[in-house]
């Protein structure tokens, strides 16, 4: 017997449980289906933090849904009387023609973000742990800090849970058929049915989707924990987070120590080797390895000392590095959120506000205009 729900979200990692969290508070029947573990380490959203800030470089009209992501961050930490949010302030270094320094300025100017420009002397004096190259100016936000990843999804999972969700992990869908009044979702266990669905499959996004020929390339991502030779430099609450533009266009990043995780989180942001999801290899290579001491040996020499962890994240890359936040083009019943590209999980709060509303009004009172499929003129994307 087929069971029904007002709206099934498939994939309940970041985007999928907020979504779950935002349709269950409104009293919404929703169904979350993921394949793996609620919470697992086989995706995107794992590896204990990730950044958030509002001065965003990728494009300023970033900055209207942050500031609404922050909002709701707040609240979610309220509702689940837990904390996920830290705020240390951040700060971003570059060259002053290059992408990071100048889109920060833009995106701060464009949106009267605090912020202040530093010099190359600036960050010599007020953050003497870099040796930056001569010409690096930086910007310096107060807003930016980070998150707890997986905490973070745990606490959407567990307020959608206590708010009437039916949440089934180890349960992958197989095929979904979107009709004229609704769509049947089969899976390895049972047929479901609902008014709508929301596409929140991450890197296995083109083959829930494959009819639509999304050009979504995953990637393979290292992050790694340091122990510092000079530790103390690096604690939460003395140490912000940074980000360094480096000669390929990628950004070196990194989070201060926190006293019940051990180690410097050290990582690069650009598109790493492209995979297969199912196949990707979660060991530590010596390539990896390299990758990993490479920024603090040019950046960062005190965070210098014995490899303690690694794990490896997955991106999913749209085409221009941008989301993609839609309706299904051939069914006013289905919603897609997909190519995050690596910059995505800050945004999980807001982006399940937006696709609870894109699932129950068909649209968002938020601009997410930037980020839907007609950007891509009708090609294939």
């Known amino acids: 017997m087929t069971k029904t729900y007002d709206v099934i979200v498939i ?7 907020a979504a779950c969290w935002n349709l269950a508070r409104r009293g919404v029947r929703v169904l979350g289906l993921e394949q793996f573990s609620i919470v697992h380490a086989l995706g995107s959203s794992h590896g204990h ?4 800030r509002l001065a965003y470089y990728e494009h300023p009209d970033y900055v209207p849904l942050l500031r609404r992501a922050y909002q709701l961050w707040d609240e979610l930490e309220a509702a689940g009387n837990d904390k996920v949010l830290y705020r240390t302030g951040g700060i971003y270094m570059g060259r002053p ?3 990071v320094v100048p889109g920060a300025i833009n995106a701060a100017n464009k949106h009267n973000l605090p912020h202040e420009v530093l010099s190359h002397a600036d960050l010599a004096k007020r953050h003497p742990h870099f040796t930056l190259p001569e010409h690096f100016i930086g910007v310096w936000e107060p807003a930016a800090g980070f998150l707890l990843c997986e905490k973070s999804v745990a606490l959407f999972a567990r307020l959608a849970l206590e708010s009437g969700a039916t949440l089934q992990g180890h349960e992958p869908v197989q095929h979904v058929d979107l009709q004229p009044h609704g769509v049947t979702v089969t899976t390895a266990r049972d047929t479901y049915h609902a008014a709508h669905v929301i596409f929140c499959g991450g890197a296995w996004t083109s083959r829930l989707l494959a009819n639509l020929k999304i050009n979504l390339t995953v990637t393979r991502q290292v992050l790694g924990w340091l122990w510092p030779n000079r530790p103390e430099n ?3 609450g003395d140490f912000p ?4 533009e480096q000669t390929d266009g990628s950004l070196a990043y990194g989070f201060p120590m ?3 995780l051990p180690g410097l989180k050290i990582a690069r942001h650009g598109r790493g080797t492209v995979t297969d999801p199912d196949k990707v290899s979660r060991d530590c290579t010596p390539a990896d390895r390299e990758e990993v001491f490479a ?3 040019t950046f960062l020499p005190g965070g210098i000392g014995p490899l303690l962890a690694s794990r490896i ?3 999913t890359n749209s085409p221009d590095g941008h989301f993609i936040i839609d309706r299904h083009p051939a069914s006013k019943n289905a919603t897609i959120a997909c190519g995050f590209s690596g910059h995505g999980f800050k945004f999980a709060s807001v982006m399940g506000e937006i696709l609870a509303d894109l699932a129950t009004t068909g649209a968002s009172p938020l601009p997410i205009g930037f980020l839907s499929l007609d950007r891509f003129n009708g090609h294939n994307v």
């Open 295 to 297: 920024i603090p040996r």
């Open 258 to 260: 926190m006293s019940d």
């Open 11 to 17: 994939g309940v990692g970041a985007m999928g449980a």
């Open 234 to 236: 690096f604690t939460l």
């Open 313 to 315: 994240c997955l991106y």
């Open 241 to 244: 987070v940074w980000g360094i």
């Open 97 to 99: 023609t290059g992408e």
């Open 49 to 52: 933090t990730r950044m958030i």
